[in-house]
């Protein structure tokens, strides 16, 4: 194995920042830069959280600027994208399919379903009824199926109609064909996709090798762990995968300042890295992150790289949070600066700050002002709101600029 190339913890993320596209914005926001943006990072969480527009909305306007979601919506009617479990549920380019048809298949391999298993009732008539409605009627949505619910509360509670459509999704017999109102309609995949326009040939140890190396690609520098929680994979896998790829060549061990774990690089990134560390290319925004941005999605890194501890508190009672409900981060130029806790008033047009956290150490001046007065303008501009409410802050002098901006 070679030498491992020696980096800092400041090169790892300006790296990361980079190859998440969050250093500079296209020229546009249409759609062939929406297409663009996916191809980049690889992946969109979806989640149904709309205190303010709902996450894969936000991870784009943070790469994009303002664009209009109607075009990122198009993306899944037309075809471009497709839904499946990946790091989460998540959006992807169709084009990756073949290598998901994969491991759908091993999926169908398994005897069980817990989902289905917890209903503790014959299911196989409902999933065939199901099945065969659809079609015979086209892409419908869990709300035009009409059954009794079962189970004792929870999220999981959902009547077993819903139950079988998510099974006959989760093994490929159904997929998302669109959605309205962020409402699901599920159809065949022969009349979701073209199979024309893929061959399906690719094993389970392709889809593995393609996950790994394709996560290094987005994160830029990280440990095999960092590595497999792009995709969700394995991490017995991904240390395997990556040291056959150091092995072949296309991948370089790395030692990051600080950290006991050996890390890793793309060959294809070694150019970039050497810009990098020769001060080119520089981030230079103040962005709002989703708590579902890519950028972030592993919490131990992000505590490795950044010494940002993070978790959404969402799900934290209210009297047990720190910083709010639906908590994001604060990105200005590559460092994690801070956290908002932002919502939007709808029928007033007002955007509110329940919170605005600042992290320790983080300070005030002329620049980082200026970039999150552009980045509340920008974001009040995407939610179509006229007011801005800051109700909380834990720097005065920064309260005292915003609140005066803003009246």
Request: with cysteine; aromatic share 12%; hydrophobic share 40%.
């Amino acid at each position: 194995m070679s030498t491992p190339i020696r980096v800092t913890r400041e090169d790892v993320k300006r790296l990361s920042v980079y190859k998440q596209g969050l250093r500079q914005r296209p020229a546009a926001s249409d759609q062939a830069d929406l297409k663009r943006i996916i191809e980049r990072i690889g992946l969109l969480q979806l989640d149904s959280i709309s205190v303010v527009a709902r996450s894969h909305y936000l991870v784009m306007l943070a790469r994009a600027g303002l664009y209009d979601t109607a075009e990122l919506d198009a993306l899944l009617d037309n075809g471009f994208l497709f839904e499946t479990w990946a790091h989460a549920m998540c959006q992807l380019p169709t084009a990756h399919y073949p290598w998901y048809h994969a491991y759908i298949e091993q999926k169908q391999l398994k005897e069980s379903n817990w989902q289905i298993d917890r209903l503790d009732i014959d299911m196989d008539p409902i999933i065939e009824n199901v099945l065969e409605t659809i079609r015979q009627r086209g892409a419908m949505s869990s709300k035009e199926f009409e059954s009794e619910r079962r189970g004792e509360g929870g999220w999981w509670n959902w009547k077993p109609t819903k139950v079988a459509l998510e099974y006959l999704f989760d093994r490929g017999d159904l997929m998302v064909s669109h959605r309205v109102k962020f409402q699901r309609y599920y159809d065949l995949p022969e009349r979701v996709l073209d199979p024309s326009q893929f061959t399906l040939d690719k094993s389970i140890e392709d889809f593995r090798r393609w996950t790994i190396e394709r996560g290094l690609r987005h994160i830029g520098i990280g440990t095999s762990n960092h590595v497999a929680d792009y995709y969700r994979q394995s991490k017995r896998d991904a240390a395997a995968i990556l040291n056959d790829m150091v092995n072949a060549g296309g991948a370089l061990p790395v030692e990051v300042e600080g950290w006991k774990e050996a890390a890793f690089i793309h060959r294809d990134d070694l150019a970039l890295l050497d810009a990098i560390q020769t001060g080119e290319r520089e981030p230079g925004m103040t962005l709002f992150l989703s708590p579902f941005d890519n950028l972030f999605w592993d919490r131990d890194r992000d505590e490795m790289l950044w010494d940002f501890f993070y978790r959404i508190e969402v799900y934290t009672p209210k009297a047990k949070r720190v910083y709010g409900y639906y908590v994001m981060p604060i990105l200005h130029g590559c460092e994690l600066i801070g956290r908002i806790d932002p919502k939007v008033d709808r029928k007033k047009k007002r955007l509110i700050f329940n919170n605005l956290h600042l992290e320790r150490g983080v300070k005030l001046n002329g620049a980082l002002n200026r970039g999150l007065i552009r980045a509340i303008e920008e974001f009040m501009a995407f939610h179509s709101c006229e007011r801005f409410d800051l109700q909380k802050c834990n720097r005065a002098p920064l309260a005292r600029r915003l609140r005066k901006y803003f009246a």
